[in-house]
């Protein structure tokens, strides 16, 4: 169900008028936020007969606390739903908010009958997402997933044909475009391209976000990443943004897996506390920036050697245009 609305909504993103884009979107996100969960009561989540393009160990890694953990069961539904196959769903919760795992919502404590994972851990904040599950699972494709979204259920059947077309990239649906200044340093970060859109090809200056899911091929993030003093220290609330350097301090390139972006369908009343409105509403994601950049000033060389190469590449398709 899923699935067929949000191709109608990027059919219409990507052929029609954008007015009439509009209309279609506000009627395919309000048919995911209020059939899902009446549908999903009556899905067969049992492991059916699965897509498998792949023989890596794919893992599915999510966190959640007290205030979603009512309503997280829907996204778990959604990925029980997928294409593909998954050999892990893992629900990190802080045991900091729940000591035993008992004491969780009956919603989610179902969901474990179709193999959901749920592990108690120190609370790393939304840094919970990744951390044990990269930690523990090395050679695992690793992808993360928000707690309070609709995903289609062919979300992990793209990320793992995306994965096997750029095997060394880190492949997302949604993701920042980095801007450097005149001077070559990184842009503040409201001055990025958000929700950028363009060709469809690796670039170092792709920056994931989380809510639509991004692929982490083994290896794709330094030995750094599990640095906890370092993450809490310079961006406790900016996951995404450490990722990012992690990968840059391995010249990993991105890839956007769409030239055109469209939203996902969010749970009703889970947005009320979220790291978008904290951190960008208070500015704070230009603050974490600047202190990631501060203390890893060496990624700032990596863009510079990648902008000079993508500034020749882009003169050079000029030179050909006017030939």
Same mark, same amino acid.
């Given at each position: 169900? @899923?699935?067929?609305?949000?191709?109608?909504?990027?059919? *219409?993103?990507?052929?029609?008028?954008?007015?009439?884009?509009?209309?279609?979107?506000?009627?395919?996100?309000? *048919?995911?936020?209020?059939?899902?969960?009446?549908?999903? =009561?009556?899905?067969?989540?049992?492991?059916?007969?699965? @897509?498998?393009?792949?023989?890596?160990?794919? =893992? $599915?890694?999510?966190?959640?606390?007290?205030?979603?953990?009512?309503?997280?069961?829907?996204?778990?539904?959604?990925?029980?739903?997928?294409?593909?196959?998954?050999?892990? =769903?893992?629900? !990190?919760?802080?045991?900091?908010?729940?000591?035993?795992?008992?004491?969780?919502?009956?919603?989610?404590?179902?969901?474990?009958?179709?193999?959901?994972? $749920?592990?108690?851990? %120190? #609370?790393?904040?939304?840094?919970?997402?990744?951390?044990?599950?990269?930690?523990?699972?090395?050679?695992?494709?690793?992808?993360?997933?928000?707690?309070?979204?609709?995903?289609?259920? #062919?979300? /992990?059947?793209?990320? /793992?044909?995306?994965?096997?077309?750029?095997?060394?990239?880190?492949?997302?649906?949604?993701?920042?475009?980095?801007?450097?200044?005149?001077?070559?340093?990184? #842009?503040?970060?409201?001055? !990025?391209?958000? %929700?950028?859109?363009?060709? $469809?090809?690796?670039?170092?200056?792709?920056?994931?976000?989380?809510?639509?899911?991004?692929?982490?091929?083994?290896?794709?993030?330094?030995? %750094?990443?599990?640095?906890?003093?370092?993450?809490?220290?310079?961006?406790?609330? *900016? #996951?995404?943004? !450490?990722?990012?350097?992690?990968?840059?301090?391995?010249?990993?390139?991105?890839?956007?897996?769409?030239?055109? *972006? @469209?939203?996902?369908?969010? $749970?009703?009343?889970?947005?009320?506390?979220?790291?978008?409105?904290?951190?960008?509403?208070?500015?704070?994601?230009?603050?974490?920036?600047?202190?990631?950049?501060?203390?890893?000033?060496?990624? @700032?060389?990596?863009?510079?050697?990648?902008?000079?190469?993508?500034?020749?590449?882009?003169?050079?398709?000029?030179?050909?245009?006017?030939?």
């Amino acid at each position: 169900m @899923i699935k067929k609305l949000y191709n109608l909504m990027y059919y *219409a993103r990507t052929h029609s008028s954008d007015t009439f884009y509009k209309v279609i979107k506000k009627l395919c996100i309000s *048919a995911v936020e209020n059939l899902f969960p009446i549908v999903s =009561i009556f899905y067969n989540y049992e492991q059916n007969r699965k @897509i498998n393009l792949t023989d890596k160990q794919i =893992i $599915i890694s999510l966190t959640s606390y007290s205030i979603r953990l009512n309503k997280v069961h829907l996204t778990i539904k959604t990925l029980l739903r997928q294409t593909h196959r998954i050999d892990k =769903i893992i629900l !990190w919760v802080s045991n900091e908010e729940y000591k035993k795992i008992n004491d969780l919502p009956k919603k989610i404590l179902k969901l474990q009958r179709y193999g959901l994972q $749920i592990k108690l851990c %120190e #609370d790393l904040k939304s840094h919970k997402k990744y951390y044990y599950t990269l930690l523990e699972n090395p050679d695992a494709i690793t992808i993360t997933v928000d707690d309070d979204t609709y995903y289609p259920e #062919d979300l /992990i059947e793209t990320l /793992i044909k995306g994965h096997l077309k750029y095997p060394k990239s880190i492949c997302c649906l949604r993701g920042h475009y980095i801007n450097l200044n005149k001077e070559l340093n990184v #842009d503040n970060y409201d001055k !990025w391209n958000m %929700e950028y859109e363009g060709e $469809i090809k690796e670039s170092i200056f792709i920056c994931p976000t989380g809510c639509q899911g991004v692929l982490y091929p083994p290896g794709a993030l330094n030995r %750094e990443v599990f640095n906890i003093d370092k993450f809490k220290m310079l961006c406790p609330k *900016a #996951d995404d943004l !450490w990722l990012k350097i992690m990968a840059l301090k391995n010249t990993t390139s991105s890839v956007l897996l769409r030239e055109r *972006a @469209i939203p996902f369908a969010t $749970i009703k009343g889970s947005q009320g506390i979220s790291l978008e409105k904290q951190n960008n509403g208070n500015k704070e994601n230009d603050i974490q920036l600047k202190h990631l950049l501060e203390n890893y000033p060496e990624v @700032i060389k990596v863009l510079r050697n990648h902008y000079d190469k993508s500034h020749l590449e882009n003169l050079n398709k000029k030179d050909k245009i006017l030939l």
